[in-house]
């Protein structure tokens, strides 16, 4: 036993030490606004692959090519991110916009964030609607596809290596896998679960809790930030409802709204709760539209939520032609996003107080540990559907398991695959050139009639 405390003890020490290394650099670094919207707005064009692939994403580019957090901070803002409402991505950017350059920097990250891929969503929405599908577009993010896949991997094995420090951990990411993979239970649940053992158990992880220089703000800022951000969250709404009572842009904006504050577990979430309601309810969408909605949402780059910009847009196109759809995307983008600022803004001045206080701690270690069993449940499902054109949910009792018809294997997606696989983990090459090769290469297979 003894050989284990000292092992223990060395491995705490050690973990302590790097700790404080990684607090003394991130607390070092202050980058100008300049570097803060070239860095962000790089992310912004290169987020491809949904909420997995855009924290490895910023996580690469925010801590481990800059210091801009250290490892603790980003997966304390990670973890807490997880239990609000709305793309936890976008609201990991704008925490950390915040923590650099408090209100202007985390504006200023969000939009960047979430502008790049909502104006290339606008545009194939528009395409979609006017033209149909368009086999280019398809041809060209075949190979982002399979370059996003070898990113979401790396993401696994990265997280993985920083998170899981105990056996409890390891079980906590297996649970949460198979509830999320195989029991198909809420992420709420599963999140809420996770963070409610990490609170009881009061164990944090072997690493000594980290010196952290706390933000605080009395109960008045704190007060007149929420007031401020329901008045910009509402204006567009009170608007519409004064003005314009029986526009389909009223019923967008308040469907939307309430779809903001229940959307716990991201783009998915979203698709389910909204699906029922814009197909059979509303009757705005069919469902094969849906699905097309989604599918574009899932292969450019921004979080999966603007799949909400895509019905928004055909909806009130379908009502009125290309200026009110255009309007259409516009509110849905407003009260999508808009309570994303609010959630962050709010609580952003209190998550490194969370981080030291040992239960609260314990708790997001928790929720760290599952974060690792629902990444590889993306992991597995974006690789099965990439893999695979037919994909099936089969029921073996209580566990739904994914079937993949094997007829289906796109042999290109397992080249480029490779290929990015090579040159992303074996020779390190940016993630930016690899996904233009990728890209380019798989429009070229399309092209020549592979």
């Keep these: 036993m003894s050989s284990i405390e000292n092992n223990m003890t060395k491995n705490s020490s050690a973990s302590s030490e790097i700790t404080s290394q990684e607090t003394a650099s991130a607390a070092s670094a202050h980058p100008s606004m300049g570097e803060l919207f070239h860095v962000w707005l790089k992310i912004g064009l290169l987020s491809f692959g949904g909420p997995t692939a855009q924290i490895a994403l910023m996580h690469r580019m925010i801590v481990e090519e800059r210091p801009w957090l250290s490892e603790r901070q980003y997966l304390n803002a990670l973890s807490f991110c997880m239990l609000l409402p709305g793309p936890e991505a976008m609201q990991l950017a704008t925490y950390t916009g915040w923590r650099l350059h408090g209100f202007v920097g985390g504006l200023l990250s969000g939009l960047l964030f979430v502008i790049p891929g909502a104006l290339v969503v606008l545009a194939f929405a528009t395409i979609y609607a006017l033209f149909g599908d368009v086999p280019l577009v398809s041809a060209l993010f075949l190979g982002v596809k399979a370059c996003v896949l070898i990113i979401v991997i790396e993401a696994l094995h990265r997280v993985a290596k920083k998170v899981l420090h105990l056996p409890e951990h390891w079980i906590i990411a297996g649970l949460a896998f198979i509830g999320i993979f195989f029991l198909n239970l809420p992420f709420p649940m599963i999140i809420v679960v996770a963070a409610l053992f990490g609170f009881l158990r009061n164990n944090a992880d072997i690493s000594a809790p980290e010196e952290i220089k706390k933000r605080t703000r009395n109960f008045k800022q704190t007060l007149g930030t929420i007031i401020l951000w329901l008045v910009i969250w509402a204006t567009p709404l009170v608007l519409l409802n004064v003005f314009a009572p029986q526009s389909i842009l009223n019923d967008i904006g308040i469907f939307f709204s309430k779809l903001a504050v229940v959307t716990f577990g991201g783009a998915y979430a979203v698709l389910a709760y909204m699906s029922q309601d814009v197909v059979v309810h509303f009757g705005w969408l069919t469902a094969g539209e849906m699905m097309d909605g989604l599918g574009l949402a899932e292969t450019t780059p921004g979080p999966l939520i603007l799949v909400t910009e895509f019905v928004g847009f055909i909806a009130a196109y379908r009502e009125s032609g290309l200026t009110l759809g255009l309007l259409g995307a516009l509110v849905t983008l407003w009260v999508t996003f808009a309570p994303c600022f609010l959630w962050i803004f709010v609580g952003a001045p209190y998550i490194d107080w969370i981080g030291t206080q040992p239960r609260l701690r314990s708790a997001l270690s928790g929720i760290a540990a599952a974060v690792v069993g629902v990444i590889l449940n993306l992991s597995i499902w974006f690789g099965l559907h990439v893999f695979f054109a037919k994909v099936e949910a089969e ?56």
């Design 395 to 450: 029921p073996f009792g209580p566990f739904n398991v994914w079937i993949p018809d094997l007829s289906s294997l796109d042999w290109r997606i397992i080249l480029l695959s490779s290929a990015c696989g090579f040159l992303i983990l074996k020779l390190h090459w940016s993630l930016t050139r690899v996904l233009l090769i990728s890209a380019l290469s798989g429009a070229g297979l399309v092209w020549i009639g592979l």
